[in-house]
């Protein structure tokens, strides 16, 4: 008997601030559902309209077993595709179809895209601060708990630094360019960057594993010269040194320095990512699935990226929720050529409202295993975590050079 979509909704909620939008889909069997992430942190009530004004009609009543098939028909149906709102729309649908399917099969989803072939996921997690100092102490820290990569990042004094407490600070309610602003200047972020490296390299020892990211803000020139100083030191990678208005760039970059690159949370069109991929210019392919539409187009990616030599490190910031967590560690579990998953603990009552996160233990992200994405969530408490008050619904605040002009994040 064939299982039919019967409602597809949305639930938001902020058990850690962040606000994170779920889709779910409910069948015509009941008690089965499947969850899906849909999270545009910075966008989510486009992403609401989209799942609840569209999808929903559009999918109503389709046979839950054609993944692929209502993939490509709501790709079309828009007739303009390949944006932020609608693809997090579609991997909401995408990935709660998958857990459905794993939850009839009743196997995991890494178990239905081919069974694993490592038994947990290596992450990298966050070091940040004011001071040099303070990154390497923190590293220093995390390496105790068992976590053998570490992304560092230190604050510019007195300047919005991508990664550290400093950064995204609303200074007022009315922006521009002569209004008081968070100041971020390109080749101080530079100097300092190659600072910090140089002591953690020297204060950590050799064998820990290294990252940074450079968050797109530097011009070409300078994102090449700092991946040249940065050699030395032995990153596993440097990410997202360009931004994706200037991806031919990365040839010169390639040229020019042998550090690994990894690239990909704000592409969402294929057109951005296959060039870099065919010509080997990147080392780990970096997207935020639900910004390419879910799963399945991340499954084709992995598959893709495989054929060149390139790994995955799918995006794993705190606004992908841990249903997204879920679908990046299926396809982290099942994919060769993974690399390394992006982990940002899941704080607060996020474990309360979302029942099943993967396990954070040795360094790892571990699943547990459960059919479909092995993930739920408790409506009622994810309700009593409502969107944050924020003057703009969580849009970012302009970050400014010292002549005021805006810098692109
Ligand atoms: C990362 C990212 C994030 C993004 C954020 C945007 O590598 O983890 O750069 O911190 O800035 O997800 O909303
Ligand atoms: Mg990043």
């Known amino acids: 008997m064939t299982v039919q979509i019967r409602k597809i909704r949305c639930i938001l909620t902020a058990p850690a601030d962040i606000r994170l939008v779920i889709v779910k889909v409910e069948t015509s069997e009941p008690g089965l559902y499947g969850l899906g992430c849909a999270t545009f942190t910075q966008r989510p009530l486009a992403v609401v309209t989209a799942v609840e004004k569209y999808?929903?009609?559009?999918?109503?009543?389709?046979?839950?077993?054609?993944?692929?098939?209502?993939?490509?028909?709501?790709?079309?149906?828009?007739?303009?595709?390949?944006?932020?709102?609608?693809?997090n729309a579609m991997s909401g649908v995408d990935m709660a179809l998958w857990?459905?399917?794993?939850?009839?099969?009743?196997?995991?989803?890494?178990?239905?895209?081919?069974?694993?072939?490592?038994?947990?996921?290596?992450?990298?997690?966050?070091?940040?601060?004011?001071?040099?100092?303070?990154?390497?102490d923190q590293a220093r820290g995390l390496s105790e708990q068992g976590f053998n990569h570490i992304r560092l990042q230190v604050e510019v004094p007195g300047q919005a630094t991508y990664g550290?407490?400093?950064?995204?600070?609303?200074?007022?309610?009315?922006?521009?360019?002569?209004a008081p602003r968070n100041v971020f200047e390109p080749s101080d972020y530079v100097r300092r960057a190659r600072q910090l490296f140089e002591?953690?390299?020297?204060?950590?020892?050799?064998?820990?594993?290294?990252?940074?990211?450079?968050?797109?803000?530097?011009?070409?020139?300078?994102?090449?010269?700092?991946?040249?100083?940065l050699e030395p030191y032995r990153l596993f990678f440097y990410e997202d040194p360009l931004p994706p208005e200037q991806l031919d760039h990365f040839r010169?970059?390639?040229?020019?320095?042998?550090?690994?690159?990894?690239?990909?949370?704000?592409?969402?069109?294929?057109?951005?990512?296959?060039?870099?991929?065919?010509?080997?210019?990147?080392?780990?392919?970096?997207?935020?699935?639900?910004?390419?539409?879910?799963?399945?187009?991340?499954?084709?990616?992995?598959?893709?990226?495989?054929?060149?030599?390139?790994r995955t490190a799918w995006h794993g910031p705190g606004d992908t929720s841990p249903v997204g967590h879920a679908a990046n560690l299926a396809l982290d579990l099942c994919c060769h050529n993974f690399g390394i998953q992006e982990l940002s603990f899941f704080t607060g009552p996020t474990q309360e409202v979302f029942p099943g996160c993967p396990e954070v233990r040795q360094g790892a992200l571990w699943s547990n295993d459960l059919p479909g994405l092995g993930i739920d969530i408790d409506e009622k408490l994810a309700a009593?975590?409502?969107f944050p008050e924020h003057p703009w619904n969580g849009a970012w605040p302009a970050i400014r050079r010292g002549d005021g002009s805006v810098v692109r994040p």
């Open 384 to 386: 009593k975590f409502p």
């Open 252 to 310: 010169l970059l390639r040229h020019h320095s042998a550090i690994p690159i990894a690239m990909g949370e704000l592409f969402n069109n294929p057109n951005e990512i296959v060039p870099l991929v065919k010509e080997r210019l990147i080392d780990f392919i970096r997207v935020h699935l639900s910004q390419i539409g879910g799963l399945s187009p991340g499954l084709k990616l992995a598959h893709l990226c495989d054929f060149f030599g390139v």
């Open 55 to 87: 999808l929903d009609p559009f999918l109503c009543g389709r046979n839950v077993d054609e993944i692929e098939d209502i993939f490509q028909a709501s790709y079309t149906s828009s007739y303009w595709r390949n944006g932020p709102v609608l693809n």
């Open 199 to 229: 002591h953690a390299r020297q204060e950590l020892g050799p064998e820990i594993e290294l990252l940074h990211d450079v968050h797109e803000r530097v011009p070409p020139p300078l994102a090449i010269q700092l991946a040249k100083d």
């Open 164 to 178: 550290t407490a400093s950064d995204l600070q609303v200074n007022g309610p009315v922006d521009g360019p002569n």
């Open 99 to 136: 857990d459905i399917k794993g939850k009839r099969a009743n196997m995991p989803v890494h178990d239905l895209l081919g069974g694993k072939c490592r038994m947990a996921a290596p992450v990298y997690v966050h070091a940040s601060g004011a001071e040099c100092e303070e990154v390497i």
